[in-house]
Every structure is written in structure tokens, then in C-alpha cells.
């Protein structure tokens, strides 16, 4: 059974069309010890049918150690979003509800390599003299 609706399909491709380049979703998951990760990988592998700017690659998060050190992933399922690099990106968990939304925007930016900040932003950012690590957190509504 698709987890997407043909609504939700259409609304998907619409977005996607946005997509500035090529963007890969690398999906690291386990098949046991997690609820999530066949939804998960099912609910990314529906995405990337929208677009064909969109790749997929499924790890196993036990097999593929080396990968998912290299990615900064310990837990499953997680969501890599590459575009031309690796900015970064991670969703773990199913990005269902509204993390959904961020999911497809993440990967336009990504596609795009620049994001979309103000001025007054990116002149803030270029203050920064550390690396930042940033985490946001969401619980199932």
C-alpha cells in the first residue's frame, strides 16, 4: 500500500520541479530494532518517484558501518540529503506530518547548494568562528 496519495503525489512532483540539480537521499536502516525503517525507506523510494533528479541508495546501518560512521549516523532509520555534497542534512525518524514538508524543502536547497537566507543572515553567519551543530527536535503530534 503507498503511503503517499495521488494528491499528495501530484503536490510532490510540483515541488520537485524546483529542484535546481540532482539530489541523492542515502537511507540507512535496520530491519530489526525499528518500527519505522521499511515505512521509512518505502516512503523515500515513493519521493524519488516524483522526480528523476532524485536518487536513492538503502544501507544497512550494521553492514554498512564505515558509511554511516562517515555520515555521522548512529540510530535508524536516518535520512541522508545530498545534493552536489554533503551539507549536512539528517532526518532521523520517518519524516511523516510536518516533518514531511522539511524533507522536500531540504532537498530543493540541497539541489541548489546555496541556501535561502536573508542578508542580515548570512552576514550574522560569517561571525561564526566554530563549527555548529544544530539538532531540532519534533514529537509525533
Do not use: W
Not at 542515502?26 to 519505522?36: C, P, W
Not at 554533503?86 to 514538508?101: C, K, N, S, W
Not at 536547497?109 to 527536535?137: D, K, N, W, Y
Request: include cysteine.
Amino acid at each position: 500500500m503507498a503511503i503517499l496519495t495521488a494528491r499528495d503525489e501530484a503536490a510532490v512532483r510540483g515541488e520537485l520541479a524546483k529542484l535546481a540539480g540532482p539530489v541523492k537521499l542515502v537511507v540507512f536502516s535496520a530491519r530489526l530494532g525499528s518500527e519505522t525503517c521499511a515505512e521509512t525507506e518505502q516512503l523515500v523510494r515513493e519521493v524519488a518517484e516524483c522526480s528523476d533528479q532524485v536518487s536513492v541508495e538503502l544501507l544497512n546501518l550494521h553492514i554498512d558501518r564505515d558509511r554511516a560512521l562517515g555520515y555521522g549516523v548512529e540510530r535508524v532509520p536516518a535520512i541522508v540529503v545530498e545534493g552536489a555534497r554533503d551539507y549536512g542534512i539528517r532526518f532521523f525518524g520517518m519524516p511523516a506530518g510536518y516533518e514531511f514538508t522539511n524533507l522536500i524543502d531540504a532537498m530543493i536547497v540541497a539541489s541548489a547548494g546555496v541556501p535561502q537566507l536573508g542578508a542580515a543572515t548570512l552576514e550574522r553567519l560569517t561571525t561564526l568562528t566554530t563549527p555548529l551543530h544544530i539538532q531540532v527536535f519534533a514529537t509525533p503530534t
